[in-house]
């Protein structure tokens, strides 16, 4: 059997923290210290485009030690701030973008519902 894999992390208010790393996680390439509160797993980070610019970025998320926030799985997203002008045929390219989008993210959260239901 394998030892569960754990990571160390720097903290501005304990230290190095050791912690259970899960199977999805990243990883945490260049640690800058945070609070032991804000030390969060995140998953690879998946794009969703339109034209090749950026809409939003969605990844499995997880801060274990959070004082305020949930401690379990969850999807993070983060939305671009995309702006542009746009014709009538870049409009529906961009609402095809986002109806695009919205299937990935629902196939997101077909992923991520195993994973709440105890797998890491």
Same mark, same amino acid.
């Given at each position: 059997?394998? !030892? ?49 610019e950026p809409l939003f970025a969605l990844m499995l998320a997880q801060s274990?030690?959070?004082?305020? &926030?949930?401690?379990?799985?969850? &999807? ?18 961009? !609402? &095809? !973008?986002?109806? &695009? ?7 997101? !959260? ?7 239901g105890g797998g890491r």
């Open positions: 059997m394998n !030892a569960p894999r754990t990571v160390t992390l720097p903290t501005h208010d304990h230290g190095d923290v050791t912690l259970p790393e899960p199977t999805w996680c990243a990883g945490h390439p260049n640690p800058r210290p945070q609070y032991r509160t804000d030390l969060t797993h995140y998953g690879p980070e998946h794009r969703l485009t339109f034209n090749g274990p030690l959070s004082e305020r &926030a949930g401690r379990e799985v969850s &999807a993070y997203v983060e939305e671009s701030g995309y702006t542009g002008s746009l014709d009538p045929t870049g409009l529906y390219g961009l !609402a &095809a !973008a986002l109806d &695009a989008a919205a299937d990935q993210m629902r196939a997101f !959260a077909d992923q991520l519902s195993p994973l709440l």
